[in-house]
């Protein structure tokens, strides 16, 4: 009987041999792949179109100044500038009248939305195309001073509503195109 046991248990043993090195056969492990996810990238830029400093600048005159955004970057982004003027001396900036394109970008909050998400490489279509110095607003206080158009420009991807972190918004403002 104990002949028997250690013949069958022999057996046993040798068919799970058997069958795991037939399974040997059948089983496979792959080289782990690396799976690379680069980042895709933010970065505009404000284009003047070779706006140079206008010196003896006078009452009436409209002077060219185009201000485009261009995307220098990989994703898709949403775009706003602020136009700040000032005259030196703190004077009343009333009679300055910024030419600007309502048709595309949208005043919100002091800030000019550009209502179309702007695609790698591509320019927004002007924000503003000149600037007029009012001949009936400007008295004589105004001979020899400075104006200053800060023009500043942001933009954030338009994707995952990153606008409501970034700015602060709760929703884009009405007529700004959704992602």
């Not at 060219?64 to 009343?92: A, C, F, H």
């Not at 030419?99 to 591509?122: A, F, S, T, V």
Request: proline letters at 2%; hydrophobic letters at 35%.
């Amino acid at each position: 009987m104990k002949k028997r046991l250690i013949i069958t248990l022999s057996l046993v043993a040798i068919a799970i041999l058997a069958i795991g090195g037939t399974m040997a056969w059948f089983t496979s492990t792959p080289e782990a792949i690396d799976n690379t996810f680069k980042a895709g990238t933010v970065d505009i830029e404000v284009n003047e179109n070779g706006f140079e400093n206008i010196t003896n600048w006078n009452p009436g005159d409209e002077t060219n100044k185009d201000v485009t955004v261009i995307s220098k970057g990989t994703k898709k982004t949403y775009v706003r500038v602020q136009l700040t003027p000032t005259w030196s001396n703190e004077m009343s900036i009333d009679n300055i009248e910024l030419m600007i394109n309502d048709n595309d970008w949208i005043l919100h909050d002091g800030w000019y939305y550009y209502k179309y998400i702007l695609e790698e490489n591509e320019e927004t279509s002007k924000l503003l195309d000149s600037v007029k110095l009012l001949g009936e607003e400007t008295s004589n206080d105004y001979q020899g001073a400075t104006f200053t158009l800060n023009v500043k420009a942001e933009s954030v991807q338009a994707s995952n509503d990153a606008y409501k972190d970034v700015w602060g918004l709760t929703a884009l403002p009405s007529g700004v195109e959704e992602y």
